[in-house]
């Protein structure tokens, strides 16, 4: 069947008149629009490359390599876009029968797989495919290889029609179509040279891993031994979600949906945390890291959680390309009506020929740099378009080889004049009668190990009329709460040797006279939505990103102290912080269904140890069968999103909410690409976790996927609705 568009912008299926003895390239002519067969197994996948191409081409569809050749032979398509693993015929297959048909044999061919196998590739092109996509895939990418496999197709077919009537533009077509071949070449080549360069960086730190698993079951280890082999595990599997999290960035700036939450924003919390966050490896390698910072720099429109994620990778980068020894230098200075960061390092520096291309995807010096040094070349590539997004620009500089490098991003400051967006509260705030202070006679501690940011707190809480204890370090504030018992502590997240997260557990391991039950308020830079989502999970009473205004600070210091007073007892676990901490309220069920044994069998035992009842399914058949037999008790559906064997995710959904509407239903994806493409959340999902994922994420997620269910099914309150859900990637 062909896919065509509908003037409404929508897609409707039309049966292809039977075709009788023109010529290929005749029926071609008559096409106002280009053909291409889609030969895809997976119906989800299929739906998305529709979707994709409907809007410029006439989509025909077939489900395998069989089924692709006899539509190919009756339609006679301007291209083939075929899978490679299918049923009854492989893509592999259909490859050589289309190159064995007399008209099909020009025919272009673009594969799709997911598999990173080099062989298979090259003898895909040997035998005939002229290019390949590897899922997943970014779709504007998509769309342009195949609109360029078209171009040279009907370039070609004009070329020959030329040359039958005698034409006189032959020569200027070859070169055309030359050119064309020499861009896809060059596309092609890059392609691989990444391709080679992403399966080291994944190979590397998993074969460390695979032998510290074989010498940890067979026992070889001493108990400091395995220690090493969890940290060695635990740093490369971060590396490996830091490689995907980049690769999906620059998906999504490819497909122009990365998107910033900007603000009024102080750049000196931002910088000095980007800052504390790469010292440790600058003190790995003796590199000297310096900094020279202005108090008065800011305030900008921005993100903060995106902007330290652009000076965290200028500073790793010039770290990672600076000999041991070094110096690296970060400056923070305003200049007129803009405020500039610039780094500069004594590194290995940039060829004068590679600097117009240091900030394009994908791209790195020479393979040399890469194998000595790491990395796929797309870090600098996410600060040039973050920096965009935020409205600056960012320019490199570098005297030429073993002479270090310098990178300076370019602000523009809030203009003075805007009061509402100077970061400041209004003046009405700051014109208050002076009254009893909020705080008045109450025992605080503030526990932050950057001296300036301390002594402003103490500052800050003592002219509110509270009695202020400070630490620099989590041992020193246990110690403190030995002798000394605060209404509430503040806690910075991000402090050396023990951060914000152990200091609240060792907290909450403490006697009750010991101060176990004292609320704890997260005060950190990490501004991330995670980060928030994590603070509150770990078991913060609040969460507060810097820079913070005053004003909120203290109500939220004052609300907690409050609060807590109307606790009598203090429980050690109340309802309200079971559920902040993700554990099971009561006696809830919850319905897995995910197909891989491993995954199944780790969330169920996430779920388990968080209290829950977990009834699990293999599939998604099963999964409804378990629904049918239990759905009076099941609280919540957790479900694989499209690599489920039968149905997928999104038709588990349906068939629970035609049903029960009031479950919610979270969806686990290694394939974020296609869960965004088909924007899941319109089917019904409350939430969609990405593989690989953290037990508190998961449990977390869960709680508040009941708590939001429980509160939209409790009475409306008298000022109106409850928020509806909101759909989220976590």
């Not at 994944?202 to 969890?230: E, F, N």
């Not at 599997?237 to 490689?243: E, K, M, T």
């Not at 965290?312 to 400056?331: C, D, E, Q």
Request: a negative charge; charged letters at 25%.
């Amino acid at each position: 069947m062909l896919q065509s568009s509908t003037p409404e912008g929508g897609a409707n299926l039309t049966p292809t008149p039977p075709q009788r003895s023109e010529g290929s390239g005749a029926r071609r002519e008559a096409r106002a629009r280009a053909l291409v067969l889609v030969v895809e197994d997976h119906p989800e996948m299929s739906r998305l490359l529709v979707d994709t191409l409907a809007h410029d081409y006439e989509v025909a569809t077939a489900v395998n390599g069989r089924d692709g050749l006899e539509k190919a032979r009756t339609l006679r398509p301007d291209l083939v876009l075929t899978d490679v693993m299918m049923p009854e015929m492989g893509g592999d297959e259909l490859v050589r029968a289309l190159r064995a048909e007399g008209e099909l044999a020009s025919t272009p061919i673009l594969v799709l797989t997911a598999k990173l196998d080099q062989d298979l590739r090259v003898r895909l092109l040997r035998e005939g495919a002229q290019d390949y996509v590897l899922k997943p895939f970014s779709v504007e990418e998509l769309r342009v290889r195949v609109g360029n496999l078209v171009t040279m197709r009907r370039a070609r077919d004009v070329l020959q029609q030329t040359l039958a009537s005698q034409s006189h533009d032959v020569t200027a077509l070859a070169e055309m179509l030359s050119e064309r071949q020499e861009e896809l070449a060059a596309a092609s080549r890059a392609k691989d040279e990444f391709l080679a360069t992403l399966s080291h960086e994944l190979r590397t730190p998993v074969t460390g891993m695979l032998a510290w698993l074989w010498m940890l079951r067979r026992g070889h280890l001493d108990q400091a031994a395995a220690a090493r082999a969890y940290e060695t595990m635990e740093g490369s599997i971060r590396s490996l979600v830091r490689i995907i999290d980049d690769l999906l960035d620059v998906s999504r700036i490819i497909r122009g949906q990365l998107r910033l939450e900007v603000q009024p924003l102080s750049l000196v919390p931002v910088v000095q945390s980007a800052i504390d966050a790469v010292r440790p490896a600058a003190d790995a390698k003796q590199i000297r890291l310096e900094t020279v910072i202005d108090p008065e720099a800011g305030p900008v429109h921005g993100d903060p959680a995106r902007f330290q994620q652009v000076v965290w990778n200028l500073l790793m980068n010039s770290i990672k390309f600076t000999p041991a020894g070094g110096r690296v230098w970060l400056r923070l200075a305003r200049y007129g009506a803009d405020v500039q960061v610039t780094v500069r390092d004594t590194g290995i520096g940039i060829a004068r020929e590679f600097l117009p291309h240091v900030f394009e995807r994908f791209r790195q010096a020479d393979g040399g740099t890469t194998r000595e040094h790491g990395g796929l070349g797309l870090g600098l590539a996410i600060v040039r378009h973050l920096v965009e997004l935020h409205g600056g620009t960012v320019s490199a500089e570098s005297p030429g080889r073993e002479q270090g490098a310098t990178f300076t991003i370019t602000l523009p400051l809030i203009a003075a004049r805007d009061p509402a967006s100077n970061g400041t509260r209004p003046a009405r705030e700051e014109e208050r009668p002076a009254s009893t202070p909020l705080l008045q006679g109450l025992r605080v501690l503030v526990v932050e190990d950057e001296p300036l940011t301390r002594e402003a707190l103490t500052a800050l809480l003592t002219q509110a009329g509270a009695e202020v204890g400070a630490s620099a370090s989590a041992a020193h504030a246990l110690e403190v709460l030995r002798t000394w018992k605060p209404a509430v502590l503040v806690a910075d997240i991000a402090m050396p040797d023990e951060d914000g997260y152990t200091l609240l557990r060792k907290v909450r391991a403490l006697g009750r006279e010991e101060g176990r039950d004292v609320p704890v308020l997260a005060l950190t830079a990490h501004a991330r939505p995670e980060d928030r989502e994590r603070a509150l999970a770990a078991g913060f009473q609040a969460y507060l990103a810097k820079p913070v205004d005053p004003p909120t600070l203290l109500e939220a210091i004052a609300e907690l102290a409050l609060a807590s007073a109307r606790l009598p007892g203090h429980r050690t676990s109340t309802a309200q912080e079971d559920r902040r901490e993700g554990t099971a309220v009561g006696n809830e069920t919850i319905l897995l269904v995910e197909d891989d044994l491993a995954n199944r069998e780790y969330s169920r035992a996430v779920l388990e140890q968080f209290g829950y009842r977990v009834l699990t399914a293999r599939s998604g058949d099963e999964g409804l069968r378990v629904w049918t037999a239990h759905r009076d008790e099941i609280n919540l559906v957790v479900t694989d999103l499209v690599m489920l064997p039968g149905r997928s995710g999104v038709q588990v959904c349906h068939a629970v909410h035609q049903q029960r509407a009031d479950v919610p239903v979270i969806t686990l994806s290694g394939y974020p690409l296609v869960a965004e493409m088909l924007e899941a959340g319109r089917e019904g999902m409350v939430e969609c976790l990405q593989k690989p994922i953290e037990p508190e994420d998961l449990a977390t997620a869960v709680r508040r996927a009941l708590d939001r269910a429980q509160a939209s099914r409790a009475p409306e309150p008298p000022d109106g609705p409850s928020a509806k859900t909101r759909w989220a990637f976590s």
